[in-house]
C-alpha cells in the first residue's frame, strides 16, 4: 500500500506534503507501468528532496520507474539506447528536471513518438548539468482497478542517448587488465553521483525508483545487473547476445549498476552465489563460502532479507572499493581474497547493507553514517555470529583506533568529525572515520546502555518502518526517542543522542572495545620497541586482525635495518593477506625502505583499490626520496585506475595534465 513518508518533519515542511496532489483517474494503463504499482513511490516531501548534488525537483515531477535498453560497445567505450522513463507528476508541472553528466542525447519522445522540447543546462563540474524536458501533453492512462488513493505515473517520455567515452560511473577494461587477459571487461560504480554519466535519470537517493533493462553485449561476454535476472540471455543483431534484469523493489539510483566480461557463476547455496572470470572463480568461490550463514545471520538479527538472491561478482583489481553493495548482486574486489576468509567482514559489510542503505537509504549524502556507520554496526554483529565475539571484537577494536587516531589528527572539535555533514561543509567532505568507524562506535554504545534485546528489537523495528524509504538523522532520532527512549529523562541523559549524532569528536559515554582484545598483540608490539625482539610463531599463529594491529602499532619510524629484519623475519613481503601486504608496503614506503620499491610497483599496476593506491602513494609523496618514485611509478598506472582512484591520487600528487 502506498504511504506517505512517516512524519517527522516540522510542520512547515508538513505543509508541503500536503501539496501531495490527487491523480487524475483515467484508464488502463500499459504492462510496464502496471507492474509494481503497489509500490510507486511518492513525490517527495521538500525535507526528502533536499539535495544539493542533483537538480532534480522531485516535490514537482519524479521519476517512478526506468527502462533501460542498452547496447554495451567496447571499442567506442560508450553504452547507447533509450532509457524510458515513467514520472509521477504534479497535476500543474509542466517540465521534469533530469540529471546528466556528459551523456549525448539523441532524442527526447513521448509514448506516440512526438519530440518533446527540451534543454540541457550549464554544466557544473563533477555535478553535470540539468536536463529538462517538456512533459508530455498525453499522460499515462490510470489502471481502473487502483483505488483512489494508489499512486501511479502519469507520464511516459523515451531518451534516447549515449554515454560518453569518459563516463565516470563506468570503467572499461582492456583484456590486460582481466585475469584472463584474453576479453574487455566492463563495470560501473554508480554511488554516489555517478550514474548520470550513464543514465539519465533523478540521481539522488531519496528519488527511489523501480527499474527493468534490456542490454545487449558481445555474444562471448555475460552481462550482470543489480536486479534479479529475466529468463536466459536471448540472440540479438549482430551477433550478440541480449540480456534482462527487473528490479521490483524501488531503490535509490545509485545502487543500479551492471558488469559485463568472460564471467561464470558459482551457486554457494539455495539463495546465493558468486560470478568471477574461470581464473579467479575457484578461489573466490572458496573464500565466499560462508555467505549463506551471512544470510542466515542477519535475518535473524535484524528480520527478513528482501531482496531474494544475494549474488556476487568478484571484479578485476582496478575495481576503487572494496566492496559496493549493489542489491542482489555485490560488486567485489578480488584483494579481499586471502585463502582463509580473514577479509569476509567486507561481504558481512556488503550484505549489511541490504537493511542498512539499500532497505533504509539516506535522503542526502549528509547522513553517510545512516548507511555506512549503521552497515558497519551490523557488520560487527554478522560477524560475532558467525564468526564469534573474539573476531567482532578485534575487528572492532582496529574500528575504534582508527576513530581514536582520525579525531586526534583532525581535532576533536573539528565539523569533519560530525557524523552528520553539517551543511557548512560538503557532504562528501565528512571524514571516513565519522561516517563509518563513529557510526559503529555510537550504535554499539546505544546498544551497550539500552540492552541488546531492547535495542535489536528496536533496529528491526525501524528498518520494517521505513522499508523503501529515505531516511534522515532527524527521523532516525525521533524514532528512537519514541520507540526505545520514551519518557525514560534518565535514559536519554545518559545516551547523548545528539551529541553523537550532530557534535564533533567522541563523546564520553562511549563503549570502547574490550582492551584485551589485543593484549597479546599489544604487548609483543612493546616488547619489540623496547627490546627488538620478535616472535615469528607467535606472528604465523596469529589471525589476521592481529596482525594489522602489530603492524599498526609499530613506530612511525623505522630504519633499513628494523624493515629488513621485520620483513625476513615475519615474511611480511610475502603475505597472502592483501590487507597486512599493504600495511607492510606502506610502512617500507613512508620510511625510505628501498628493497620494497619494486614489489610496491607490481602492487600499485595492479591494484586500483584506493584505499591501498592512495596511501601508497601518500607515503611515497611524503618524502623527498619518494617523491620522483611515486610520480614515475603513477605515469605507468594512472591510465589504469578507475576515476575515483585518480582523482584521489590526482589531489595527493597535485598531478596536473602535465605529470
Ligand atoms: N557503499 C560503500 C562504498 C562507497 C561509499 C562507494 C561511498 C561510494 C561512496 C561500501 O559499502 C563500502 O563501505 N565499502 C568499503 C568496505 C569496508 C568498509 C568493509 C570499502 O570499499 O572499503
Ligand atoms: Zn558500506
Known amino acids: 500500500m502506498i504511504e506517505i513518508i512517516k512524519s517527522t518533519f516540522a510542520p512547515a515542511r508538513l505543509l508541503a506534503a500536503a501539496f501531495l496532489f490527487v491523480l487524475a483517474a483515467c484508464s488502463t494503463v500499459p504492462e510496464a507501468a502496471q507492474r509494481n504499482s503497489a509500490s510507486i513511490a511518492p513525490i517527495l516531501t521538500s525535507e526528502q528532496a533536499r539535495d544539493d548534488q542533483s537538480f532534480a525537483r522531485p516535490t514537482e515531477a519524479r521519476v517512478a520507474h526506468l527502462a533501460l535498453d542498452l547496447g554495451l560497445d567496447f571499442s567506442a567505450q560508450t553504452v547507447s539506447g533509450t532509457a524510458t522513463l515513467d514520472i509521477l507528476a504534479q497535476p500543474d508541472a509542466r517540465e521534469i528536471v533530469l540529471d546528466s553528466n556528459g551523456l549525448r542525447i539523441a532524442s527526447i519522445r513521448d509514448m506516440a513518438g512526438n519530440a518533446l522540447p527540451y534543454r540541457m543546462g550549464e554544466s557544473v563540474e563533477g555535478k ?189 583489481p582496478a575495481f576503487p572499493y572494496g566492496g559496493m553493495e549493489n542489491p542482489v548482486m555485490t560488486f567485489l574486489t578480488p584483494t579481499f581474497i586471502a585463502g582463509d576468509r580473514s577479509n569476509n567482514g567486507l561481504i558481512a559489510h556488503e550484505l549489511a547493507h541490504s537493511w542498512s542503505g539499500n532497505l533504509t537509504t539516506y535522503a542526502s549524502w549528509r547522513d553517510g553514517w545512516l548507511n555506512e556507520g549503521v552497515t558497519s554496526y551490523i557488520e560487527s554483529r554478522i560477524t560475532e555470529e558467525v564468526y564469534g565475539e573474539e573476531r567482532a571484537e578485534q575487528e572492532y577494536a582496529l574500528s575504534y583506533a582508527s576513530l581514536v587516531e582520525g579525531v586526534e589528527e583532525a581535532g576533536a572539535d573539528n565539523p569533519n568529525t560530525a557524523m552528520r555533514s553539517p551543511d557548512a561543509i560538503g557532504p562528501f567532505d565528512t571524514q571516513g572515520v565519522a561516517i563509518y568507524d563513529k557510526g559503529t562506535a555510537f550504535l554499539r554504545t546505544v546498544e551497550r546502555i539500552v540492552g541488546r534485546e531492547r535495542f535489536d528489537a528496536w533496529l528491526t523495528s525501524w528498518f520494517d518502518a521505513h522499508a523503501f524509504q529515505p531516511i534522515t538523522s532527524e527521523m532516525f532520532l525521533a524514532d528512537l526517542r519514541r520507540n526505545l527512549v520514551g519518557n525514560d529523562a534518565a535514559l536519554e541523559q545518559r545516551l547523548m543522542l545528539d551529541e553523537w549524532v550532530y557534535g564533533t569528536g567522541i563523546p564520553a559515554n562511549v563503549i570502547a572495545p574490550d582492551p584485551q582484545a589485543f593484549a597479546e598483540v599489544d604487548a609483543a608490539a612493546a616488547a619489540y620497541v623496547r627490546t627488538g625482539a620478535l616472535d615469528a610463531g607467535a606472528w604465523s599463529g596469529w589471525t589476521a586482525a592481529e596482525q594489522m594491529r602489530f603492524l599498526r602499532e609499530l613506530p612511525e619510524e623505522l630504519s633499513d635495518a628494523q624493515l629488513a629484519t621485520l620483513d625476513r623475519t615475519l615474511g611480511l613481503s610475502g603475505a597472502g593477506n592483501n590487507e597486512v601486504l599493504f600495511l607492510w608496503l606502506e610502512a617500507a614506503l613512508r620510511n625510505e625502505y628501498d628493497p620494497a620499491v619494486p614489489q610496491a610497483e607490481r602492487f600499485l599496476a595492479r591494484v586500483g583499490r584506493n584505499k591501498f593506491v592512495s596511501p601508497l602513494f601518500a607515503a611515497l609523496n611524503g618524502t623527498a626520496w619518494g617523491r620522483p618514485i611515486a610520480r614515475r611509478i603513477y605515469a605507468d598506472t594512472r591510465d589504469g585506475y578507475h576515476a575515483y582512484t585518480r582523482s584521489a591520487v590526482d589531489r595527493e600528487l597535485e598531478w596536473n595534465a602535465e605529470g
Open 128 to 316: 553535470g548539468a540539468p536536463l529538462t524536458v517538456q512533459l508530455p501533453v498525453d499522460r499515462l492512462p490510470r489502471d481502473p482497478a487502483l483505488s483512489a488513493d494508489e499512486l501511479a505515473p502519469t507520464h511516459r517520455i523515451v531518451v534516447a542517448y549515449t554515454s560518453a567515452p569518459n563516463a565516470e560511473a563506468l570503467q572499461w577494461l582492456s583484456p590486460e587488465q582481466t585475469a584472463g587477459g584474453a576479453y574487455p571487461f566492463l563495470y560501473s560504480q554508480g554511488q554516489a553521483i555517478n550514474n548520470r554519466t550513464w543514465i539519465p535519470t533523478q540521481d539522488s537517493p531519496g528519488i527511489r525508483q523501480t527499474w527493468e533493462a534490456r542490454v545487449t553485449a558481445p555474444e562471448d561476454l555475460n552481462v550482470v545487473m543489480s536486479g534479479v535476472a529475466v529468463g536466459d540471455p536471448e540472440p540479438a543483431a549482430n551477433g550478440r547476445r541480449a540480456f534482462r534484469f527487473a528490479m521490483e523493489n524501488n531503490v535509490p539510483p545509485y545502487l543500479i549498476a551492471i558488469a559485463a566480461g568472460n564471467i561464470e557463476f558459482r551457486a554457494l547455496g539455495p539463495r546465493s552465489g558468486v560470478w568471477a572470470e574461470p581464473e579467479t572463480i575457484a578461489a573466490a568461490a572458496q573464500e565466499v563460502g560462508d555467505t549463506e550463514a551471512l544470510i542466515d545471520a542477519g535475518e535473524a538479527l535484524f528480520g527478513e532479507y528482501r531482496w531474494g538472491r544475494y549474488d556476487m561478482i568478484v571484479l578485476p
